[in-house]
C-alpha cells in the first residue's frame, strides 16, 4: 500500500488500509481522468487507535494507488470519460437568393461529387506567388480584400476551357498550373479569401445561365454587410448581385450544402404558393466574355 501526503507539508496522513466499497469511495471523493491517465483519491477506514488527519485537502492531496501486491481481488471498472465529444454538425449558412432568385435546399446534385473533389483538395501546402498577395500588409494597401483578390486572380490565371469534359479543379492545381475555366477561377477565389480571413460560410459558388450567351457560366459570391458582392472572372469590377441582369443562378454549393433556384408565385391572396424552378442542371461549360 502506499500512502495519502500532502502536497503542501510533505507530511504523511492515514495510511491506506483497505477500501471495502471502491464505488462508494469514489463517488464520495471523485475520480479525475484525464486521457487514459487517472487521479484517484481515495479515503480509508481508519484503525480504532489511528489518528485521524485534521484537515484532508483532498485537492492538494497526493494521488493514491494501490500496489500490485494488494489484496484487493480486482481492480474497479471505471468508465473512460475522456473520449472527445463528437463534433457538432455544420449549420447550413443563410440562403444565397441572387440574382433575383429564390434560393432552395437540396441535398445533392449531378455535380456535387465535382465540387466536393475541388473543394477538398488540400490549399496552401506549397509556396507560390500568391503568398505575397496574402500578406495582411498588402491585402490593407490593396483596399477591399474582396476587390484585391477578384483582380490579382482574373490576371494571374488564363482561361482556358475544358477539352473534352468538364473538370473542376482544386486551388492550388489551378494556380499552379496557371490556366482554368470559369468554375476553376471562382474556387481559386473562394481558397484565397478563405486562407485572407473570410468565413468559408459567407462564400458561395454559383453556377449561372448566361442570357446573353449560349453557355453556361460560373461566379463566386460573397456576402458582405448584408449584400452578395459577385466576383467574376469576365470582369475586374467588384459587382452586386442587383448589378448583373443577364445572369439566371441555377445551382450554388457552400461547403457541404447546396441550393437550387426558382422564382417564387402567389397566388390572389397574395400567399406564396408555388416555387418555379429557373432552370435545370444541365450545366454546359461556361465561356469568356467581356462585362464592363
Known amino acids: 500500500m502506499t500512502f495519502l501526503g500532502d502536497r503542501k507539508t510533505g507530511s504523511l496522513m492515514t495510511p491506506i488500509k483497505q477500501v471495502r466499497n471502491v464505488k462508494m469511495a469514489l463517488l464520495a471523493l471523485g475520480v479525475g481522468l484525464v486521457c487514459g491517465q487517472s487521479a484517484l483519491v481515495a479515503a480509508s477506514e481508519p484503525a480504532n487507535d489511528a489518528p485521524v488527519a485534521a484537515s484532508r485537502e483532498f485537492e492538494t492531496a497526493f494521488a493514491c494507488q494501490i500496489a500490485e501486491n494488494s489484496q484487493t481481488t480486482s481492480p474497479p471498472e471505471v468508465p473512460l470519460i475522456c473520449d472527445e465529444p463528437a463534433p457538432l454538425p455544420p449549420v447550413r449558412p443563410d440562403a444565397p437568393n441572387v440574382f433575383g432568385r429564390h434560393a432552395v435546399p437540396v441535398g445533392s446534385s449531378a455535380i456535387q461529387a465535382k465540387w466536393n473533389g475541388a473543394r477538398m483538395v488540400p490549399f496552401g501546402e506549397r509556396p507560390g506567388a500568391w503568398d505575397e498577395l496574402l500578406e495582411p500588409a498588402n491585402l490593407a ?126 397566388d390572389t391572396e397574395g400567399q406564396q404558393a408555388s416555387l418555379h424552378q429557373s432552370a435545370n442542371l444541365e450545366v454546359q461549360p461556361g465561356q469568356p466574355s467581356d462585362r464592363n
Open 141 to 266: 494597401a490593396s483596399g477591399e480584400r474582396l476587390d484585391a483578390i477578384n483582380r490579382w486572380v482574373n490576371w494571374h490565371v488564363r482561361f482556358v476551357e475544358d477539352a473534352g469534359s468538364d473538370e473542376w479543379s482544386g486551388a492550388q492545381n489551378t494556380l499552379t498550373r496557371g490556366y482554368g475555366d470559369c468554375e476553376d477561377f471562382a474556387i481559386v477565389k473562394l481558397a484565397l479569401l478563405e486562407k485572407a480571413g473570410v468565413p468559408a460560410d459567407s462564400m458561395y459558388l454559383v453556377i449561372v445561365r448566361d442570357t446573353s450567351g449560349p453557355r453556361d457560366h460560373a461566379v463566386l459570391a460573397v456576402r458582405q454587410d448584408g449584400n452578395l458582392k459577385i466576383l467574376d472572372s469576365r470582369t475586374d469590377k467588384l459587382l452586386t448581385d442587383q448589378d448583373v441582369t443577364d445572369y439566371i443562378p441555377i445551382i450554388s454549393y457552400s461547403g457541404t450544402f447546396a441550393w437550387i433556384y426558382g422564382t417564387r408565385q402567389f
